[in-house]
């Protein structure tokens, strides 16, 4: 094998010139073969126009009539930038240019075959900090090593995560996904590179990592204990060396960059426009000489600008598809990885995937043996179309076996993050088949990764436990991220003692306790789904939803063998009960509970005479559970209860009168949204009235049930659900006029801060105890995509203090700051960014749902919504307290403040020490 050329696609190209006179157009040399990666030397030949002069230049120089002169094949053996110059009889020229880049190192002997890999369980670990194995290359000379920013080196390698392995087989993880190990650029002035995906040498492991011995070693190990290794690999970007000015199209080398001032590897270490002649840096350049993305809502930017400042590579270009395709099957030969995940995906094009899969690295791989290679990618966007796309074309073009499962993480943190409707879970996974995937049994599933905030900050550790066990009762390849077993709230902490635990701090121990709860409940999780096949093999039918916020979800699993699974979740924090839900079951079908599901849960579920199930489930509760026999019939109870009431099409009063009657004298009971718990109960006969309160009852459609009572809830006796919609109209309170361009500090110098934490107007509205809260700002943006609110460079911070207070907490939580005197404590604590929306109690306990919020972009107003039941459900908000602060986030993280500022950070004081508040309104008083 080591002979085999690594390029696959060895047609020649023909590129037209620019126009040299009004009529004529001219061809540029052509290089047979194109150029790649290659394994022996390789015998190149240059054609022009017949009898044109060609020169060329293996040293990067550009080409002249004093350079070699074009006689025959040109044998290459080493990297080799090549470039060609023909002279016309015109006097004219013509000049092209490709790269030859080679692989001699010993391959691998023996490749391992590909998994099934729906029945795999991935562990994505950060390379930087799973374990420190080697600390003599923590810090290579250049203070890299540090605790101070969570993007600096923090010590972990190949050698410290071979030592794991037994800690994440017994998990029961199967596979290992790693940040990127390829060489990298460790600093680019304010941010360091220990994630991996700045790119400085495709074909060298970074040293911080370890040797490619190490490499190998690793993958070995790991094969030996069944584990299979997925490496992260990056197609659209190297590393951050220069910037293109969005104002003039001028280029400029960046400034402070680590190890080197450019990528160490040819041909991106050729990365000046002004070394290019105009015909190669039109159509040979390696690079798009584009400037940042401004608006990634504008699609045209996304495949040629850069992202983040990093500097974009030029995928349609032939050459590099090659070059990519060569990097990329270099890692199989050598350490026989079994995976790729592919970073970045969307802003690449699509059929460049195409190329790199079918008539690359795929087919490569199945060479070996690898049948069944998988190539995964991210596309970070909420359009399901677009990420489809990536994985199979319009005419069934084959691209990447599948994505990582966005869109279904954005329902899971939304539903159990946030406590938004469990339907939203519903309509993702009714589209998962029908949405255009290669194969959607692919698509990986998570909770968590390295670019979001974990969960666990946003709500509680019962919602986080459901969402994993939501991801592992379902068809896919769930993803677990590194730390989740040890109960990790800090994004991208090391595992090990010394590392990075938070911005200036170390870890004080190491942190592998496979005792902790946290680990044996994942472990129990992973062995529930590698015992019972129907969780991966399984077709999903979800037979219980809400559309009215947080509640009840519940779907059943059938699989061919006829294996059959109930699995129902309560995201709400108040009990709840669903009622005859039909689902499909054979007749009085017993259920048994599956561990690791909520201790609150019955231990058995026994559908009635329809195969309909009536289950109660505590708060934040769930329960697993599997087809266990078919029961003797149960004889059913002859009483009866109805609602015999019709109501009005949009309820706007605060409280409603409900008729109904029933079968015989009993104590009723009236509830909403299966809130048995919260229960009105009378004693009636015959017909019955009673009222209900809904002045703390969110604007929307809700649920009534009645019921009899029993001695226990599994004997109730419930009518028929009847839906109303209740719509009270929010009515203004009052307005706050804030001072205009009064930010507290100077704005970051990137071109997309303008202003908006800038407050102007707030006015206050309410219906019943829902809050709305209508923000003129200075401006609003929705420029990096948020997915979560439709606003971006702005953080949100609200403090609520009811009346009658009991609370004594002034201080703002991560603000350096304290209430103003007006206001004496806070009992509720609101924050909204374009990512995120959480509101927790003052005793630091997040609840649910969460505020939502919605964008009048044309008139610059964002309009917050706090649903009474955030807030403790109040029959009154007069006497209500609110104090609204403005700063900015990034991926969680407060964005920073120093003296001096920066391109990303707020300028004129030191953050450590000052408030960090931009802007903030008077306390405004309910009256």
Known sequence: MRNKILV??????????????????????????????????????????????????????????????????????????????????????????????????KDKDEYTKSPVWSDQIIYFALLDRMENGDRSNDDLGFNENSVDEETWFSGGDFKGLTQKLDYIKNLGATAIWITPPIKNEWSEGNFGGSHGYWASN?????????????????????????????????????????????????????????????????????????????????????????????????????????????????????????????????????????????????????????????????????????????????????????????????????RLDSVIYFNLNFAIRN???????????????????????????????????HDMERLITSTTENMVKSAYAFIMTIPGIPQL?????????????????????????ANDMDYFDTSSPWYRYIKALTKLRMDNPVFRNGELTIIKDNTIGSG??????????????????????????????????????????????????????????????????????????????????????????????????????????????VSEKSTVGIFLDGNYKQATEFSASDSWSTSIDLTSITNGEHEIVAYIKAEDISNYIYSKPVVIKVQKPYVPMLEVVDEKYDENYTQPTNESFIGQEDIHVVNVLTSGTDIRLDLKMNKTTNVWGPNTNDFDHVLFNIFLQKEGSDSQIVELPRLNAKLPSSMTSWDYYVSMAGWSSTIENSLGEIINPSPTSSVDHENSTVSIYIPSASIGSPKSLKGWKLYITTWDEDSGNLRDLTIDGDEWVFGGADGSVSPLIMDDVAVITLK
């Not at 060329?56 to 053996?77: C, F, Q, R």
């Not at 109960?487 to 090990?496: C, G, K, L, P, V």
């Not at 019955?602 to 005479?609: E, F, H, M, Q």
């Not at 489930?617 to 026999?629: A, N, P, Q, W």
Request: a negative charge; glycine letters at 8%; aromatic letters at 14%.
């Open 481 to 505: 991220y590194y730390g989740t077993e040890q109960n990790f709230s800090e994004r991208r902490r090391a595992m090990f003692k010394g590392g990075y635990k938070s911005k200036g701090v």
């Open 415 to 449: 539903v159990f993050g946030n406590g938004n409707p469990t339907d939203e879970l519903s309509k993702v996974l009714d589209n998962r088949f029908s949405a255009g995937y290669q194969d959607a049994s692919k698509l990986i599933t998570f909770v968590d990764n």
């Open 8 to 105: 696959f696609t060895l047609i020649s190209f023909v590129l037209l010139s620019c126009r040299t006179g009004e009529d004529r157009v001219y061809l540029q040399p052509e290089f047979s073969p194109i150029g790649g990666v290659y394994k022996s030397q390789v015998e190149v030949s240059i054609k022009s126009d017949h009898g044109d002069r060609v020169y060329y230049s293996v040293d990067s120089s550009t080409p002249t009539k004093n350079s070699l002169k074009y006689s025959g094949k040109i044998t290459l053996n080493e990297p080799t930038l090549l470039r060609a110059v023909a002279y016309k009889r015109d006097g004219s020229t013509s000049n092209a240019m490709t790269m030859f880049d080679f692989d001699f190192k």
């Open 202 to 398: 495709f074909l060298e492991v970074d040293p911080h990592y370890g040797t490619l011995e190490d490499y190998k070693n690793f993958v070995d190990e790991a094969h030996k204990k069944g584990l299979y290794v997925i490496q992260d690999i990056v197609v659209n970007h190297v590393g951050d060396y220069f910037n293109v000015s969005r104002s003039d199209g001028s280029w400029s080398l960046k400034g402070g960059t680590l190890p080197t001032n450019t990528p160490e590897q040819l041909p991106w270490s050729f990365n000046n426009p002004e070394l290019f002649t105009a015909d190669e840096l039109e159509y040979n350049s390696f690079y798009n000489w584009t400037p940042a993305i401004s608006d990634f809502n504008d699609k045209s930017q996304l495949l040629t600008y850069q992202l983040s400042n990093l500097d974009d590579i030029r995928t349609t270009n032939p050459v590099v598809r090659n070059l990519l395709k060569g990097y990329y099957s270099y890692w199989i030969d050598k350490v026989d990885i079994d995976g790729y995940r592919v970073d970045t995906v969307k802003y690449v094009e699509q059929d460049f995937f195409e190329d790199f899969a079918n008539n690359g690295v795929k087919e490569y791989a199945k060479s070996l043996g690898k049948e069944d290679f998988i190539l995964f990618g991210e596309s970070w966007d909420q359009d399901e179309d677009l990420n489809a796309s990536y994985t199979l074309g319009k005419n069934g073009e084959k």
């Open 552 to 661: 009840l979800f519940a779907y059943k699993m059938v699989d061919k063998t006829g294996s059959e699974a109930l699995i129902v979740f309560n995201t709400s924090n108040q009990s709840k009960v669903g009622i005859d839900i039909d689902g499909g079951f054979k007749a009085n079908s017993s259920f048994k509970l599956l561990e690791p599901s909520s201790n609150s849960m019955p231990k058995s579920i026994l559908a009635d005479k329809n195969g309909n199930i009536t289950i109660a489930v505590e708060k934040e509760s769930f329960g697993i559970y599997l087809f266990d026999s078919v029961e003797d019939e149960v004889s059913n109870s002859s009483s009866r209860v109805d609602i015999t009431s019709s109501f009005k099409s949009n309820i706007t009063d605060s409280s409603l009168i409900i008729t109904g009657n």
